[in-house]
């Protein structure tokens, strides 16, 4: 029994296909660009479309007995009663939504929506997109029947089933996180209709039985359930094998993403201010999400712009960069080169490097960029230990988790154990994980981690760094208050 994984991103859609052991038997990955239309950018949903069906074709002679899929958050489409798309999806990070978001904020009141949602009105929840097109596109939200995320219309596409599990529904801003059904209360206040969203079931739910006219086209044989995905980051997190409160998952990508697991969801609305969410994970555990806009993308542009591509004698520059041993110096790097995301939410603030003297080298400067993604990183862990959740070790993903340097460093100054895995697509492992325990072949996720997530390295504190980097990290917590004048 093999199952087929799918994680369909803005730009770009991955697949793996795996046994029932664990085992990789393919992989693909095809990428698309954002669509133009009526001069502005928005999600190619008919690319994604085209992309996912072609991949269950073009792997469909392998065979398999279940799809899972999971994709971003928070972007939709609208359908009208004849499953015409009425409007594209528009991408988080649209400002469309702003006014809407203080409109949120009127009606419900921020305390309330986080009582709730477990989120706090912000432009890029579903939500405030919704009353957006409500409020300019008036014909367009009176003909529309139907609001999926992008994971559960190609459920809809797939089975006919419009189902959603409740990690993505928590990201259209409007779902009551601890009854786990969207708030007739929040709704009833805004003058959406619920029956505009899909059904909420748990992660890992059997959908149903394809469609057999899909399945015809696509040249599956035999049965193939749609096992529920989720949101990516979640998928991704269990991927990593972190099932259960005080562990962890760390996204190492273009933008870090620290997925930390919990029992007790934070009540105090400080929480949700500082740009946190709380998100029903598995069972009863919850999740929230803990950014850094610019991490690996730092590493990409120093090499890139700053160092031009040198890389001294070595074949690779990463071997030049991370392949000499030079004390740790005083300098520090803050990493907000494109604003910082949590805890402090400011769209205004800037990078710096500081410390330097003619004696600095690149080497250094280096170093400073890998520790300074690991404060900023730790100075969120500490925030949301405030709140009681705490974290005890972490599982490393994305380009990142390639470089042994940077887990070190990271392992050090987060005082916890750090450990990476044989394939960085945690989440394509996670829907596999849950295609296997929703079709018996394994008994529960804890099983399904013995069997398909295979750790590679393991990096743990080193003793002789605590009290340099303490020291360090005690400088860096006072960047941002001390340099925002300056922004």
């Known amino acids: 029994m093999n199952f087929l994984s799918l994680d369909v991103g803005t730009t770009c859609c991955k697949c793996q296909l795996f046994s029932e052991d664990g085992e990789i038997l393919a992989y693909r990955s095809e990428e698309y660009p954002l669509a133009e239309r009526e001069g502005g950018l928005y999600v190619d949903i008919a690319g994604i479309r085209t992309r996912v069906f072609g991949m269950m074709k073009e792997l469909a002679p392998k065979g398999y007995a279940a799809v899972c899929i999971s994709s971003f958050g928070e972007s939709f489409v609208l359908l009208d009663k004849t499953d015409e798309v009425l409007f594209y999806p528009m991408l988080y990070t649209d400002l469309r939504g702003e006014k809407e978001a203080e409109y949120v904020r009127g009606k419900v009141g921020s305390g309330r929506l986080f009582a709730v949602t477990g989120t706090v009105p912000d432009a890029m929840y579903s939500v405030s997109k919704l009353l957006w097109i409500r409020n300019n596109c008036p014909e367009v939200y009176e003909r529309a029947d139907k609001l999926l995320l992008i994971c559960d219309y190609l459920g809809y596409l797939l089975t006919g089933e419009r189902v959603i599990d409740y990690s993505l529904a928590a990201r259209t801003g409007v779902f009551d996180v601890h009854h786990k059904q969207f708030s007739e209360e929040i709704l009833q206040k805004l003058g959406i209709d619920k029956a505009l969203f899909s059904r909420p079931m748990p992660t890992g739910s059997i959908v149903g039985e394809l469609r057999e006219s899909v399945k015809e086209a696509l040249g599956i044989s035999g049965s193939c359930k749609l096992v529920l995905g989720s949101h990516d980051q979640v998928c991704a997190t269990i991927g990593a094998g972190v099932i259960a409160g005080g562990e962890a998952s760390d996204g190492m990508g273009t933008v870090e993403c620290i997925t930390a697991v919990f029992d007790n969801a934070p009540t105090d609305l400080r929480f949700g201010e500082m740009g946190y969410c709380v998100v029903p994970f598995l069972k009863d555990c919850y999740c929230t999400y803990m950014f850094n806009y610019t991490s690996n993308v730092v590493v990409n542009w120093f090499r890139r712009d700053i ?60 170093r400073s960029v890998l520790e300074g993604t690991s404060f900023e990183m730790k100075l969120n862990l500490e925030t949301a230990e405030s709140f009681g959740i705490h974290v005890e070790e972490m599982t490393a993903t994305g380009g990142g988790a390639n470089s042994a340097l940077w887990l070190q460093i990271k392992s050090d100054i987060l005082r916890i154990p750090v450990r990476t895995l044989r394939s960085s697509e945690g989440g394509l492992c996670g829907c596999a994980m849950l295609c296997a325990v929703a079709l018996g072949a394994c008994s529960d996720l804890a099983d399904a981690r013995r069997a398909f997530v295979r750790y590679k390295d393991n990096y743990v504190p080193q003793e002789k760094y605590q009290g340099i980097y303490a020291g360090k990290y005690q400088k860096y917590r006072k960047l941002y208050q001390t340099l925002k004048e300056f922004y």
């Not at 392949?323 to 494109?338: C, I, N």
Request: net charge negative; proline share 5%; hydrophobic share 35%.
């Open 307 to 366: 160092l031009h591509g040198y890389k001294g004698e070595e074949k690779e520059q990463f071997a030049y960069l991370e392949g000499r041993d030079r004390p740790l110096t005083d300098v520090l790097m803050l990493p907000y080169f494109a604003g910082c995301a949590t805890p402090f939410q400011d769209k205004n603030a800037k990078g710096a490097f500081l410390n330097l003297t003619k004696e600095t080298t690149d080497l250094d400067l280096y």
